[in-house]
């Protein structure tokens, strides 16, 4: 389940002011100890900013080619026509 900035912060204090164990604490409330340590060990580092969400753009792709890439790939192409792919073969001179 993925928790928002405020229910991270709301967590951490049931967790400090609970009469009970971490663990058992954790458990009740159905949160990975994992995640609540990740959480508190940034809310220490960070403050409240720490408990925003660190997951990156989904839409950004990691192997992406850059346009200015497309852009050199496509003029280098232009420049050796000799060395391009045409109809999935290269067409190489030996």
């Not at 990975?32 to 408990?51: A, I, M, N, V």
Request: glycine share 4%.
């Amino acid at each position: 389940m993925k928790y928002s900035q405020s229910e991270k912060m709301e967590i951490i204090r049931m967790v400090e002011e609970s009469s009970l164990s971490v663990k058992q604490t954790l458990r009740e409330m159905d949160v990975p100890h994992s995640s609540f340590y990740e959480w508190y060990r940034r809310y220490k580092e960070e403050g409240y900013d720490g408990l925003a969400s660190q997951h990156r753009d989904l839409r950004q792709v990691w192997n992406k080619i850059p346009e200015w890439e497309k852009e050199r790939v496509v003029e280098v192409a232009r420049e050796y026509p000799e060395k391009s792919w045409i109809n999935g073969k290269p067409r190489l001179q030996t």
